[in-house]
């Protein structure tokens, strides 16, 4: 088997673990790449890998950081649909699946195919009669917000060419379902199961009680019309690739024509992730025999 290797070296515990694979292959007979910008860190055998060049050879990328590190690798491979494999080397790594400890049992796992792909939906973004996006594509969300001013902008979205709604406010939100635990869900977004197909719009602090977060279809064709009357307004993907543009310009998203493959063990479920990282759906646990009323009530 042919395993791709990414890493975050700010990350403790990176080197260690990538030489951990590395030397796990060459033990067991299976071949590994190191994306290129690690590679000189690395003394081994492997071969390295230039962004968007030979790493279509691989079977499955190991993705080695946090949630940032997973949005670079699914950048990084583009439209290539790798199975991605998270470990996380950080705090919540909401994305990744296992910790290092987890490694060598999950390489093995690998390579008998004992475990589940994922898809995952992707949105393109569009600058209308502007420039080119170098990277138009989020795994996450896209945010159209106000910048660096303090003052609010005005946003109209419009979806399939019908005239949805208007908005003053720090901005707005598109998230896919994996997005839907990322900013969106800071600003009061739904949380939704990540292989389902659906478009998330959450405005960032309206100026109105009543914009509450919508769901389109997949397959939507949304556009936000902006007019900032301090002039400036960002597009920012997946919170790693900002771009400022025209103050009065529109966007359009869409449903990509490639999604994002991650790899997960039956064991590990949305749900229990949600419970374990987020303490989503627990009941608070008080002990009585601490509190001051029972100690009142003892006396």
């Known amino acids: 088997m042919i395993f791709g ?11 260690e673990t990538v030489a951990f694979i590395v030397e796990w292959c060459r033990k067991n007979g299976h071949e590994v790449f ?17 962004l968007r060049e030979n790493f279509r050879a691989a079977g499955v990328f190991i993705s080695l950081g946090g949630d940032g590190t997973i ?13 991605i494999l998270g470990i996380n080397l950080g705090s919540l790594g909401f994305l990744t699946q296992l910790t290092p400890d987890q490694l060598e049992d999950a390489l093995r796992r690998l390579t008998i195919g004992d475990f589940q792909v994922e898809d995952r939906m992707v949105i ?14 989020a795994l ?10 303090a003052r609010v902008i005005n946003l109209s979205l419009y979806a399939d060419g019908e005239y949805i709604s208007s908005y003053t406010a ?15 869900l800071a600003v009061g977004g739904p949380i939704m199961k990540p292989n389902m197909r ?5 405005p960032i602090a309206p100026f109105s009680l009543t914009s509450r977060p919508l769901l389109f279809p997949h397959d939507s064709v949304l556009e936000v019309k902006i007019r900032s009357e301090h002039g400036g307004a960002n597009l920012t993907i997946d919170g790693q690739v900002a771009t400022a543009f025209s103050p009065t ?14 790899i997960r063990f039956a064991e590990n479920s949305f749900f229990g992730i949600l419970r374990h990282k987020l303490h989503w759906g627990k009941q608070p646990v008080v002990d009585y025999k601490k509190s001051e009323f029972f100690k009142r009530s003892k006396a």
Do not use: W
Request: aromatic share 8%; proline share 8%.
């Open 249 to 262: 310009g529109t966007i359009r998203v869409t449903r990509a024509g490639h999604c994002v493959k991650f």
């Open 5 to 15: 290797v990414i890493a975050n070296f700010d990350r403790p515990g990176a080197v």
């Open 71 to 83: 949005l670079a690798t699914a950048r990084a491979l583009g439209g290539a649909e790798i199975p």
């Open 124 to 137: 393109k973004t569009e600058v209308m009669n502007g420039e080119a996006l170098p990277y138009p594509f």
């Open 34 to 50: 190191l994306y290129a910008p690690i590679y000189k860190q690395i003394p081994s055998q492997a071969k390295d890998i230039p």
């Open 170 to 184: 720090d901005g707005i939100i598109i998230a896919t379902p994996t997005g839907s635990t990322a900013y969106s």
């Open 140 to 149: 996450n969300d896209i945010v159209i917000d106000k910048g660096n001013v």
């Open 198 to 202: 659906a478009l998330i719009i959450s």
